[in-house]
């Protein structure tokens, strides 16, 4: 079923007053598994209203709760990369857009999907320390808000496939400023550790900016969220 759904029908079914979607969503995915939750809390005419069965309803709820997470997780990692840029110089942060994307892979030529985008103003003269940084500021973000560590995130699979895009443009950075790394290792070890490093001890002592910039893009998906606008929202 189509996630947006269920979400676009909640003021419906709170104004019936029923319990609301929301309400079934505990914090750990586990717990909701192996829990049991009453089919008869909504009347029919809510399941039919979804477009869903009553025993499906629990699955649902499940998906609905990792689509936010996974929601939430991407929008942290976004905001990483424009408060850094923003921190540095706040004309180099430019705006940010949480939505799906088809972009195309600069060395190899694939196509992939880009669901979040942050668009940064970045002077020839820049040092390769600071784009660094930068790019690494992502993974920073989700490492400060999820307390997870360097070696521990880059050691998924899955999450270094979704900051392939970050290290590559460091990569270019890094080959434009002449230091290109002689081995993937190095490059992961030197150039990518010390970015995130410097990323996250830049934003260590204001999280709260962080989330709720992370916050602010949650809510405003599908569209560019300009610069002058989270400064307003989030009180940068």
């Known amino acids: ?3 947006r759904k269920l979400k676009s029908v909640t003021p419906t079914i709170r104004s019936c007053g029923f ?6 969503i505990v914090p750990d995915p586990e717990k909701l598994r192996s829990e049991e939750l009453l089919p008869t809390v909504w009347p029919q005419s809510v399941f039919d209203l979804i477009g869903i069965s009553q025993d499906d309803i629990k699955w649902v ?10 929601l939430q997780r991407l929008c942290v990692h976004e905001a990483g990369h424009f408060y850094v840029a923003y921190m540095y110089r706040p004309e180099r942060a430019v705006s940010i857009r949480i ?6 892979d600069v060395q190899t030529g694939e196509e992939y999907v880009s669901e979040g985008s942050v668009c940064t103003l970045d002077p020839d003269y820049s040092l390769p320390r600071v784009l660094v940084s930068i790019r690494a500021a992502g993974l920073a973000a989700e490492s400060l808000v999820y307390g997870e560590s360097f070696d521990r995130l880059m050691s998924s699979p899955s999450f270094r496939y979704v900051v392939k895009t970050d290290i590559d443009n460091a990569k270019s950075d890094l080959e434009r400023a002449g230091l290109p790394p002689s081995t993937e290792n190095e490059f992961i070890s030197l150039y990518w550790r010390t970015g995130f490093s410097d990323a996250k001890c830049m934003m260590e002592a204001s999280v709260d900016k962080l989330q709720s910039i992370a916050a602010h893009c949650q809510a405003n998906v599908d569209r560019d969220i300009p610069r002058s606008e989270l400064v307003c929202a989030c009180n940068l």
């Open 1 to 3: 079923m189509d996630i």
């Open 19 to 24: 319990p609301e979607p929301s309400a079934f």
């Open 61 to 70: 709820l499940l998906i609905v709760m990792e689509v936010e997470m996974n």
């Open 99 to 104: 939505s799906r994307q088809v972009g195309r």
